[in-house]
């Protein structure tokens, strides 16, 4: 079992930065690809960020790209999310997801695990 918490959430002014993290226990971190996802009030929950197990491989829905950053200190059993030039639209309830793969993915079902999801509120 893999537990994860989630912390760094808050409200900022468009244009701001916040850094999400992930703390993961229950088994060895190193094994297994990681993923943020985020959840906007009446939407569906969206993929946001995804890196491979090794850090090597990463992948971004295309209206964070450029402005968000996912890594992870698999030594720290964490993974990050830095987010630059945030926009009121990224308002969400951000989630932290392991999965038992290697490589990264970007579906939710691809992913076992999930933390109790962080707030993120932009204001305009």
């Not at 918490?5 to 916040?18: F, I, P």
């Not at 850094?19 to 060895?28: E, I, M, P, V, W």
């Not at 971190?29 to 993929?47: L, T």
């Amino acid at each position: 079992q893999v537990q994860l918490v989630e912390s760094g959430g808050g409200l900022v002014q468009a244009g701001g930065s916040l850094r999400l993290s992930c703390a993961a226990s229950g088994r060895t971190f190193g094994s297994g690809a990681m993923g943020w996802f985020r959840q906007a009030p009446g939407k569906a929950r969206e993929f946001v960020a995804t890196i491979s197990e090794n850090g090597g491989s990463s992948y971004y829905t295309d209206s964070v790209k450029g402005r968000f950053t996912i890594s992870r200190d698999n030594g720290k059993n964490t993974v990050y999310l830095q987010m630059n030039s945030l926009k009121p639209e990224d308002t969400a309830v951000y989630y932290c997801a392991a999965r038992l793969g290697n490589t990264a993915a970007t579906m939710d079902e691809q992913y076992s695990y999930w933390g109790q999801g962080t707030q993120v509120t932009v204001s305009s």
